[in-house]
């Protein structure tokens, strides 16, 4: 018995280390596009357990609703955490063969010109004030009328201020402040491709958005660490 797990302990030393790193390099890499669809089916599964979890609240049960609603919280943001740094974790990684490549988001805020997310947004609201009838026919209040010079300069200033965020029309903006293409990549959709006929010599800065089934919300990720 020893001669044979002494045979078997050798046989498992004796693996050329070169044959591991093989192996290894040969293992698949998650593509971005893999990879949003793995969170968009991790999301799924989240929404059933919490849709199962409410169900077990008893009626007028408020402090059984209280902590329902509290483990769900922190379901919520365990994932989005997790999603998170996966999605930092794959700027790391190199082009892939599905054509994305994460190297173009350094351009923007590390190579090219250094700034902070504060510097992109403040780039992204003066570009809207110095062109404002780019954007204020496309905005609307709640009752329907559309935005005065003063609801406009407002709208701006809680773009630069504040954690408020629009979407298609402050991409535009911020592609043509920093006169980058932008590509916006999301489940279910083509690409959305902003200035990409005007910039033609940058290579584009890539965003993936991310529509969540339950409250954390829509958001763009740029993919980078902040």
Same mark, same amino acid.
Request: charged share 30%; glycine share 4%; aromatic share 6%.
């Given at each position: 018995?020893?001669?044979? @797990? /002494?045979?078997? !302990?050798?046989?498992?030393?004796?693996?050329?280390?070169?044959?591991?790193?093989?192996?290894?390099?040969?293992?698949?890499?998650?593509?971005?596009?893999?990879?949003?669809?793995? #969170?968009?089916?991790?999301?799924?599964? @989240?929404?059933? $357990?919490?849709?199962?979890?409410?169900?077990?609240?008893? $009626?007028?049960?408020?402090?059984? $609703?209280?902590?329902?609603?509290?483990?769900?919280?922190?379901? /919520?943001?365990?994932?989005?955490?997790?999603? %998170?740094?996966?999605? &930092?974790?794959?700027?790391?990684?190199?082009?892939?063969?599905?054509?994305?490549?994460?190297?173009? @988001?350094?351009?923007?805020?590390?190579?090219?010109?250094?700034?902070?997310?504060? %510097?992109? &947004? $403040?780039?992204?609201?003066?570009? *809207?004030?110095?062109?404002?009838?780019?954007?204020?026919?496309?905005?609307?209040?709640?009752?329907?009328? *559309?935005?005065?010079?003063?609801?406009?300069?407002?709208?701006?200033?809680?773009?630069?201020?504040?954690?408020?965020?629009?979407?298609?029309?402050?991409?535009? !903006?911020?592609?043509? !402040?920093?006169? +980058?293409?932008?590509?916006? +990549?999301?489940?279910? !959709?083509? +690409?959305?491709?902003?200035?990409?006929?005007?910039?033609?010599?940058?290579?584009?800065?890539? @965003?993936?958005? #991310?529509?969540?089934?339950?409250?954390?919300?829509?958001?763009?990720?740029?993919?980078?660490?902040?």
């Amino acid at each position: 018995m020893a001669d044979s @797990l /002494e045979q078997a !302990a050798s046989q498992v030393v004796d693996v050329p280390e070169t044959t591991i790193q093989q192996e290894a390099n040969d293992a698949p890499i998650e593509t971005l596009e893999t990879l949003l669809a793995r #969170h968009r089916a991790e999301e799924r599964d @989240l929404n059933t $357990k919490i849709i199962n979890l409410r169900k077990t609240i008893p $009626k007028n049960n408020k402090a059984k $609703k209280r902590e329902i609603s509290s483990r769900i919280s922190d379901m /919520e943001y365990h994932l989005k955490q997790s999603q %998170d740094e996966e999605l &930092r974790r794959y700027h790391g990684t190199p082009d892939n063969d599905d054509g994305i490549s994460l190297d173009a @988001l350094h351009k923007l805020t590390v190579e090219e010109e250094p700034c902070t997310y504060l %510097d992109l &947004r $403040k780039a992204t609201a003066d570009y *809207m004030r110095q062109h404002p009838d780019d954007f204020i026919p496309f905005l609307y209040k709640d009752n329907g009328d *559309m935005y005065s010079a003063d609801d406009f300069e407002q709208y701006c200033s809680d773009i630069e201020s504040t954690a408020r965020w629009g979407g298609q029309m402050e991409i535009l !903006a911020l592609s043509n !402040a920093k006169q +980058v293409p932008i590509h916006v +990549v999301q489940m279910g !959709a083509p +690409v959305l491709k902003v200035n990409d006929d005007t910039f033609v010599a940058k290579q584009p800065l890539k @965003l993936a958005y #991310h529509k969540h089934l339950y409250s954390l919300g829509a958001h763009y990720n740029s993919l980078l660490d902040n």
